[in-house]
């Protein structure tokens, strides 16, 4: 069984930084792209950094510059530092690994405020 947990949400001033982890337990067949997704009340979740099994990175307009999205040689965590970090970005964060057919995780969620 496939389990996902993150952490290293919190409040943090605009300006500050963060780093999120998020670690996986149990494997996941064929496993090709790993992302940090977030939502902020009222509005959809959305995509925020992702990565391929290749190494391959992609970034939302409004991360980019700021975020790094990284992880370790066995897929096994996931992270994404955060800096320079403003109000907007203050949402619940979800990491979500992905993997042919049905595989599509999600962890339970990471709060993050930015406020002074």
């Known amino acids: 069984q496939v389990q996902l947990v993150e952490s290293g949400g919190g409040l943090v001033q605009p300006g500050g930084s963060l780093r999120l982890s998020c670690a996986r337990s149990g494997s996941i067949f064929s496993l090709y792209y790993m992302g940090w997704y977030r939502q902020a009340p009222g509005k959809q979740r959305e995509l925020v950094a992702g990565?391929?099994?290749?190494?391959?990175?992609n970034y939302a307009d409004s991360a980019k510059g700021r975020f790094t999205i990284s992880t370790d040689n066995s897929k096994n965590t996931l992270w994404l530092q955060m800096n320079s970090l403003k109000a907007d970005d203050t949402a619940v964060y979800y990491c979500?690994?992905?993997?042919?057919?049905?595989?599509?995780?999600w962890g339970q969620g990471t709060q993050v405020t930015v406020s002074s």
């Open positions: 990565i391929t099994w290749g190494g391959t990175t």
């Open positions: 979500n690994f992905k993997g042919l057919g049905e595989a599509d995780y």
